[in-house]
């Protein structure tokens, strides 16, 4: 709700201006600066209250809490009063152990005397009327609850989280809808142009299902057989003596095709066969109309039987008739028979069926060619067991689908970032030359900002909770917040000029505050590699900041501390909450901040280089990092230091990054964006590679990471990736060294 009020604010006062109402502006703006409710912001609020237990102003206090309950309180139903009645209470202990605490009895004595009218008749407040006179009272059973760290952080948090619901549940005016709107329409809008892709998409499948049903619908009356050859029955029993001979031959021909082609293919098989008494067997005239060419190594055995053919052609139809006349019985017998036999083939291993299919195309040369039969041997060799039966044609599934691979082609340089947004709904790319491109993706590409910056930019971040804003660092010592709607920037801060470089930026998830990473100029510039690569740990000690800022008033909060002395840190990540905060710094330690405290909470040697990228686990027990020395590490947070894996990673997927040209050109590009990133249960991760994105699954039992699936696409070496998983298929992007940007769709697959 605070979104959408900051929001509304900000349309109003466009409104006001374009028609001109200044004083009315004016009113505005000084009526917004002394809003008591912070414009719906429960942490400013909640800051206000403690402000004023801290500076022991009672009347103050008192006068807040009234305001909020006649202003928000007084309005909810009377099943939540006792909640509001309890708050009030816990707010007046805290301030009580806040004076006692700090050593004012004074102030606690002011307290009960001004108070003790509205106390006096509450059984709550019985016993503590005496807490200023106790010598001891954080020792007193009945005190000593109040005063815990524990009991503190617990009210904090439930007055917290009772105003959020609050503000959340209570009705708003039609104007705060506004955005809500906009938001739900450009969804439909979206939603539409999805579907009309997909109906044209079927419409141009229709079209082409049938256009191939009218070929094969012509093909066939082409092909017409003769009506005495459709005739399935006498075909059958013709062929039932050949399978009572030939047993082994037909299991092999019955698992490749109908009652047809086995007859066809039988009757090359068995030239020596004796010839029926009606002249010539229907397999001979049916292969002789159809036009099949026999094999060369058959020719003498067809010449045979056509000598046969030609001799007693002329009786063959008259035969077929006498002979179905005179044999009914016989026919009975041998569909019995047939019967009997079917079921056997059925019960046979389909696995033997292949082997000898492959047997019996090797022999004949039919019409598959030798390279795609080979293909599909070395295929079923590994891909099927060969001693289970039931196993055939199971084959190993890959964890993923890959869906569609698209290429994004804007830029014409080297991409530094390339972030999703927290929707998953368009992307920020940043490349060397300080281009930055704004896009979408679903349902089609395209581009929806893009500027070109004066001074160059070393690192980029969404915003959490506003996602169509941007923070931008540069390298001469500034941040920006940029508007990707408003293609315009909102505004421009300077960190500092000693450490004019803004390695890295990290918006915590309530998107009240972001850290930004400052450092000094390089002793060497990193595009030297030779340099880089030959140079002692001396060449990483830069020396830098890590501050702390408030992302609405984009004022400085705090810096940290960095023991054991100021380095560069080039990488940061939040948990999930924004309570801890994960740093990778040039001297190659992994630290570990209290974002509560402000401080850190531990600190350990990870890489013999820098370290390149940090990032959290799935369940955040873990962190993993990757540093200059090409190694892949996953470590404990519970325990400072502790290895929980640990995997070697070939350099094109750590970095520096090369390029070879023409005449000796080399291209050297240092890390700065995400090296890896995790699917959306943190069991595979995506790394880099010089041909595109490469797939690992994470197993902490095995020594060595298992590669499930190469995205490929990229003619460069990949210098960043990211996985959204904010839509139901996951999205992959991955950064090369010439400009593109691969974008490919999987779709994961159940186990």
Same mark, same amino acid.
């Given at each position: 709700m605070a979104a959408a009020a900051e929001r509304t604010d900000e349309l109003v006062r466009e409104y006001?201006?374009?028609?001109?109402?200044?004083?009315?502006?004016?009113?505005?703006?000084?009526?917004?600066?002394?809003?008591?409710?912070?414009?719906?912001?429960?942490?400013?609020? @909640?800051? #206000?209250?403690?402000?004023?237990?801290?500076? &022991?102003?009672?009347?103050?206090?008192?006068?807040y809490w009234s305001y909020l309950d006649r202003r928000l309180f007084s309005r909810l139903e009377d099943m939540y009063r006792p909640t509001v009645n309890k708050l009030k209470t816990s707010l007046f202990r805290y301030y009580l152990v806040h004076t006692v605490q700090t050593g004012r009895n004074d102030k606690a004595q002011e307290f009960f005397l001004k108070q003790a009218s509205e106390l006096q008749n509450q059984a709550e407040w019985k016993d503590w009327f005496v807490l200023p006179f106790l010598p001891a009272p954080d020792s007193n059973p009945t005190f000593a609850t109040y005063f815990?760290?524990?009991?503190?952080?617990?009210?904090?948090?439930?007055?917290?989280?009772?105003?959020?619901?609050?503000?959340?549940? /209570?009705?708003?005016?039609?104007?705060?809808?506004?955005?809500?709107?906009?938001?739900?329409?450009?969804?439909?809008?979206?939603?539409?142009?999805?579907?009309?892709?997909?109906?044209?998409?079927? #419409?141009?499948?229709?079209?082409?299902?049938?256009?191939?049903?009218?070929? =094969?619908?012509?093909?066939?009356?082409?092909?017409?057989?003769?009506? &005495? =050859?459709?005739? /399935?029955?006498?075909?059958?029993?013709?062929?039932?003596? /050949?399978?009572?001979?030939?047993?082994?031959?037909?299991?092999?021909?019955?698992?490749?095709?109908?009652?047809?082609? *086995?007859?066809? *293919?039988? $009757?090359?098989?068995?030239?020596?066969?004796?010839?029926?008494?009606?002249?010539?067997?229907? %397999?001979? %005239?049916?292969s002789m109309l159809l036009g099949k060419k026999e094999p060369t190594n058959h020719q003498s055995a067809k010449g045979k039987e056509g000598a046969v053919s030609s001799k007693d052609g002329k009786s063959h139809f008259s035969g077929l008739v006498a002979g179905?006349?005179?044999?009914?019985?016989?026919?009975?017998?041998?569909? #019995?028979?047939?019967?009997?036999?079917?079921?056997?083939?059925?019960?046979?291993?389909?696995?033997?069926?292949?082997?000898?299919?492959?047997?019996?195309?090797?022999?004949?040369?039919?019409?598959?060619?030798?390279?795609?039969?080979?293909?599909?041997?070395?295929?079923? $060799? %590994?891909? /099927?067991?060969?001693?289970?039966?039931? !196993? @055939?044609? =199971?084959?190993?599934?890959?964890?993923?689908? =890959?869906?569609?691979?698209?290429? &994004?082609?804007e830029h014409h340089s080297s991409i530094m970032y390339c972030r999703v947004d927290c929707s998953g709904r368009r992307v920020a790319s940043l490349d060397v030359d300080g281009v930055i491109k704004v896009w979408s993706f679903n349902p089609i590409m395209q581009t929806k900002a893009s500027s070109i910056s004066k001074s160059p930019l070393l690192s980029l971040e969404w915003a959490t909770k506003r996602d169509r804003l941007l923070l931008l660092g540069s390298g001469v010592g500034t941040v920006r917040l940029y508007d990707t709607e408003a293609k315009k920037n909102l505004c421009?801060?300077?960190?500092?000029?000693?450490?004019?470089?803004?390695?890295?930026?990290?918006?915590?998830?309530?998107?009240?505050?972001?850290?930004?990473?400052? !450092?000094?100029?390089?002793?060497?510039?990193?595009?030297?590699?030779?340099?880089?690569? *030959?140079?002692g740990k001396s060449m990483n000690q830069v020396p830098g900041k890590l501050l702390l800022w408030d992302t609405k008033t984009m004022k400085q909060q705090l810096q940290f501390s960095l023991e054991p002395e100021p380095i560069a840190i080039n990488c940061t990540a939040f948990n999930h909450n924004g309570n801890l905060l994960v740093t990778g710094a040039a001297d190659g330690i992994v630290r570990l901040f209290d974002m509560q405290q402000h401080e850190c909470a531990m600190s350990w040697k990870a890489h013999g280089g820098e370290v390149y990228s940090v990032e959290f686990s799935y369940d955040e027990n873990t962190v993993y990092s990757i540093g200059g020395d090409g190694k892949f590490i996953q470590w404990n947070i519970h325990k400072s230091g502790l290895k929980v894996s640990e995997y070697d990673l070939p350099s094109e997927a750590t970095g520096p990054f090369v390029l070879s040209g023409y005449s000796g050109y080399k291209q050297v590009q240092f890390p700065r964006g995400r090296l890896f990133a995790f699917d959306s249960e943190g069991n595979y991760m995506l790394t880099c590679s010089s041909t595109g994105g490469v797939i690992f699954k994470l197993n902490g039992e095995e020594k060595v990471l298992e590669s499930c699936l190469s995205l490929g696409g990229h003619r460069a070496p990949v210098v960043t990736v990211d996985w959204s998983t904010a839509m139901d298929c996951g999205t992959c992007l991955t950064a090369s060294m010439d400009g593109k940007i691969k974008l490919t769709t999987l779709l994961a697959q159940k186990s």
């Open positions: 006001l201006l374009f028609r001109g109402f200044t004083a009315a502006l004016k009113q505005l703006d000084a009526e917004i600066k002394a809003d008591r409710e912070k414009g719906f912001r429960v942490d400013k609020i @909640v800051d #206000q209250l403690q402000q004023f237990v801290q500076s &022991y102003d009672l009347a103050a206090l008192r006068d815990s760290r524990q009991w503190a952080d617990t009210f904090i948090v439930s007055l917290h989280n009772f105003l959020s619901v609050l503000f959340q549940c /209570m009705p708003v005016p039609v104007i705060l809808n506004f955005e809500a709107e906009c938001l739900r329409s450009s969804l439909i809008q979206e939603e539409n142009e999805s579907l009309r892709h997909k109906l044209f998409a079927l #419409q141009a499948e229709s079209s082409r299902m049938k256009k191939e049903e009218l070929e =094969v619908e012509q093909a066939v009356v082409h092909h017409k057989l003769p009506a &005495y =050859v459709a005739n /399935m029955d006498r075909l059958g029993d013709s062929e039932l003596d /050949m399978t009572c001979s030939q047993r082994s031959t037909a299991h092999a021909l019955q698992s490749r095709g109908g009652f047809l082609s *086995s007859f066809l *293919s039988q $009757s090359k098989k068995g030239p020596s066969r004796p010839v029926h008494p009606s002249g010539a067997s229907p %397999t001979q %005239t049916g179905e006349s005179s044999s009914l019985q016989q026919r009975q017998k041998r569909l #019995q028979e047939h019967g009997k036999e079917r079921k056997e083939l059925l019960s046979k291993g389909t696995f033997q069926g292949q082997s000898a299919e492959k047997k019996t195309d090797t022999g004949t040369a039919e019409a598959e060619p030798s390279s795609e039969l080979h293909a599909e041997q070395m295929e079923t $060799s %590994t891909k /099927m067991p060969g001693s289970s039966a039931e !196993a @055939v044609g =199971v084959r190993q599934e890959q964890p993923f689908i =890959v869906l569609s691979q698209e290429e &994004y082609g421009e801060i300077s960190i500092d000029e000693d450490m004019p470089r803004i390695l890295s930026l990290a918006c915590s998830p309530s998107g009240a505050s972001f850290v930004c990473s400052a !450092a000094a100029q390089s002793p060497m510039s990193h595009m030297d590699f030779s340099a880089a690569s *030959s140079g």
